[in-house]
């Protein structure tokens, strides 16, 4: 297929609600008593039960403030947070069906991981930075296995990004450092590994690194049910590095690169995409359709000399197609902003019939959403690509100038179809901007998690979560799914709640100031 320039029109949109959302106050409600479902200038909360025109929106379901609960709103089995003092972060996770394999750092001590009979994380001394991790969980929340993953591998810091199943194993990737003591030379790392469940250790299935002269790092794993994978990532490269890869050297150029790896961990294929560029997803399907998305800055030459260019300083999006077997281009698109404009993909999916699902962050004039936005304001978004019938969902943020306030930061495809969205907002959020009564406010930054049906294009419902007037703004708000329901899983630093009332509190592990907790969820989409 020829590279595609994508330009949406607000036709596309569409907006059109039906579901629920927790514990939020609509702008558009009379206030007073009596459940007009809002808060209106000088008035108070009101309390619910009748609801009443434009002031309850149909995508609501908060009972204690404004709506009756709608009966599509989802129900949550547990929820946790894990951390100690200084820094434990989640950068990725992934589901094999039966459970869930987080990724990340930690730093400053050990730290326990899981519900019931948690698992500790020990500290790899000295302590020159973080160190990867990988801890197994199952649907009731508990660690079945955790371990560092990256011990002996380069120096600290060690960050894992990524992470999948690749039959009975599990590829991680990430960066570490390259000289005792960190410092600004990062190369990737790539280690396939079999968990061993009896004694929290790992039995290495290959090991892979290299690297340039700056920060380098895998950022995205696609595997198959045979134990392949690829990997994604970035590279800084003066020009003098080189990687060799099925009996080929490929000098390291500036920009992105893709790598394909056998189920015996030999190397197969190696390309690369020259420019500003930042890859954020791989995705993969049982048809052997393998895909790369990301956004990127100015030029951008993919692999096969197809180059993408932005408007002045703006940022673009991109979906490219590689063929599993030799990582040839056989698609691209691009997704593009106005001048000074965003279009930031952040996450990705792949159904079985090859639709890619993309989510991500708005700023300014895009052609997705033309006449939208200010220059200053943002929003989130989820969209299918490349299918006809199109359908597209933008959420945009209150106005923070210099402050990140909304995004789309993770995605998950349901059996059925439906599509969860998770994501955060700073202050408000607009799910309906055709509605007065589709804004909805709370202080600080707040994930989200929304349902969509995908066949309709429809929004199911859209629940929001208590940040506790968290200041520090999140992009790792990740969602995936376990048979039939969606584990959440985030980095937080104040007070949290999963709670429509904003009750059962999930205190701060460290300072509630500047250290980073894991938070995690299970919730049914459908009750």
Request: hydrophobic share 40%.
């Amino acid at each position: 297929m020829d590279a595609t320039r994508v330009a949406f029109g607000l036709a596309l949109g569409g907006w059109l609600l039906g579901g629920c959302l927790g514990e939020l106050q609509t702008t558009g409600g009379q206030g007073g008593a009596g459940g007009q479902g809002g808060v209106g200038s000088g008035g108070e909360p009101g309390l619910g039960g009748m609801g009443g025109g434009e002031a309850c929106h149909p995508a609501l379901c908060d009972a204690t403030s404004t709506c009756v609960p709608n009966a599509a709103c989802p129900s949550m089995a547990w929820s946790a947070r894990w951390g100690a003092v200084d820094q434990q972060r989640v950068f990725a996770v992934a589901s094999d069906g039966e459970q869930v394999a987080l990724a990340g750092e930690y730093n400053g001590q050990s730290f326990a991981i899981g519900e019931k009979s948690p698992k500790t994380l020990p500290l790899d001394s000295p302590n020159f930075g973080t160190e990867a991790f990988v801890t197994l969980l199952d649907g009731n929340g508990v660690a079945t296995w955790a371990a560092p993953v990256a011990l002996g591998v380069g120096y600290q810091p060690r960050t894992a990004y990524a992470v999948a199943f690749a039959g009975k194993d599990i590829v991680v990737a990430g960066s570490r450092a390259s000289t005792e003591g960190g410092g600004s030379d990062l190369d990737v790392f790539i280690r396939k590994f079999t968990p061993n469940m009896d004694n929290n250790t790992l039995t290495d299935k290959g090991t892979f690194q290299f690297g340039g002269d700056g920060l380098d790092k895998a950022v995205a794993v696609a595997a198959t049910a045979s134990g392949a994978f690829y990997v994604a990532g970035t590279i800084t490269a003066s020009g003098s590095k080189i990687v060799t890869c099925n009996m080929a050297e490929h000098t390291l150029k500036n920009g992105m690169f893709v790598v394909s790896y056998d189920s015996a961990g030999a190397c197969k294929w190696f390309v690369q995409a020259d420019g500003d560029v930042q890859p954020t997803a791989l995705v993969y399907n049982a048809e052997n359709q393998l895909r790369v998305v990301g956004h990127f800055k100015g030029a951008l030459t993919l692999p096969n000399g197809t180059v993408f260019t932005t408007q002045p300083n703006a940022t673009d999006s991109f979906v490219v197609g590689l063929v599993p077997l030799s990582g040839v281009v056989e698609s691209s698109m691009q997704i593009s902003a106005h001048t000074e404009g965003a279009v930031r993909a952040l996450a990705a999916t792949i159904s079985a019939n090859g639709t890619v699902y993309i989510a991500g962050q708005l700023e300014g004039k895009t052609l997705i959403a033309p006449d939208l936005f200010g220059d200053d304001q943002m929003a989130a978004f989820v969209m299918p690509v490349g299918v006809e019938n199109s359908w597209m969902h933008v959420f945009p943020a209150g106005k923070a100038p210099g402050l990140e306030a909304a995004a789309g930061t993770s995605l998950t495809l349901a059996a059925d179809g439906s599509l969860s969205l998770g994501g955060t907002f700073r202050d408000a959020i607009d799910i309906d901007p055709a509605s007065p009564s589709g804004t909805f406010e709370r202080a600080g930054v707040n994930p989200f998690l929304a349902n969509i049906d995908t066949a309709a294009g429809t929004l199911s419902w859209f629940d929001a979560y208590d940040g506790k007037g968290q200041i520090a703004f999140m992009k790792s708000f990740f969602v995936t799914m376990l048979q039939d329901d969606v584990v959440l899983v985030g980095n937080w630093i104040s007070d949290f709640s999963f709670a429509v009332d904003g009750g059962k509190p999930l205190t701060a592990k460290g300072n509630g100031m500047s250290d980073d907790d894991i938070i995690a969820a299970k919730i049914t989409p459908k009750p």
